[in-house]
């Protein structure tokens, strides 16, 4: 058994690994501030699908707030840190840049200092993203890109995020990874995010906006592979590395929208914007050393992806109507 800190472990990808470690075992413990950047019980639900587990802890707190973090370290022993917690997303990034710096490099900083202090021996896994690879770097993305040329604040704050993890490994000896998450979607997705945003809105019968012309091409990851490729990083133990967890495949966001409107049974009405800034033309991961070292292998490609989403879809929207009965 291990004692796991999940930081922002309430949300999408932190609640499946939660989950996902109470059912091997283990202890965890969640720190989360269920802040109101999505509806707040929309995370309350997640943790309550968790609350029969008496080997799980919530802390309510903020990965700036030194008194959170002591709490949620001083839980026992703890043998990994899975760094989750940050403000998401590219385009909000950009009207708001000093409070992505402020959690997301603030936050991460303190939370380093805290575990080097309180849990030295904790092998610590770093949730970044593909956004690092901006607009230059050619397609399939490689680890060993330097990621030195972000395009949004988002990805400038998880870019320096890594390197902060990266000195407290060289400085403090901190045992420690990155990893790059490419476009995650599945079940409890947040609803800004675009499978679950087109699903709702073609559902609905309203208009889809897409940003461009639709040919941007993505390389959508189902979460399961992401918590799989999660739960392998904890588990090794080597000098610092940065891996690429994604599908290692690419489709148009025209595709992929014509893809959710077939698993609905539904026509999608379409409507073109201006492309936003701070969007990438293209996001592909290069997977080969997250496959020799991690022994990280995608399963669920992106057909079988969404349906598997579409089915969690309607059981919500039947759920939340039976509710409202």
Known sequence: MSRVLITGGAGFIGSHLAARRLAAGDEV????????FYDPTL???????????????????????PAALENALSCGEVDVVVHLAAMPGVRPS????????????????RLLEAVVRQAPGARFVFGSSSSVYGDLCPAPFREDEAGDRPISPYAASKRAGELQVYVAHRLQGLEACSLRFFTVYGPRQRPEMAIHKF??????????????DGSARRDFT????????????MER??????????????????????????ALGKEPVVRHAEPCEGDVPVTYADISRA????????????????EL???WFREEQESRAGDRA
């Open 199 to 212: 699903t709702r809105l073609i559902d609905l019968g309203q208009e889809v906006v897409i940003f461009g």
């Open 222 to 233: 189902y979460v399961t592979d992401i918590v799989d490729g999660i739960e392998s990083a």
């Open 94 to 109: 950009v009207e708001a840049p000093a409070l992505y710096f402020d959690v997301n490099c603030t936050g991460t900083a």
């Open 309 to 311: 989403f579409v089915s």
């Open 291 to 306: 496959r020799k070292e991690l022994g990280y292998d995608p399963k669920v490609d992106l057909r079988r992806g969404i």
């Open 29 to 36: 413990v969640i720190l989360d501030n269920f802040n109101e």
């Open 237 to 262: 133990r080597p000098e610092y590395r940065v891996y690429n967890l994604g599908e290692s495949r690419t489709v148009t966001v025209l595709e992929t929208v014509q893809i959710i409107a077939a």
């Open 43 to 65: 995370k309350e639900d997640n943790v309550s699908a968790l609350e029969d587990h008496d080997t799980l802890k919530v802390v309510r707190g903020d990965i700036r707030d």
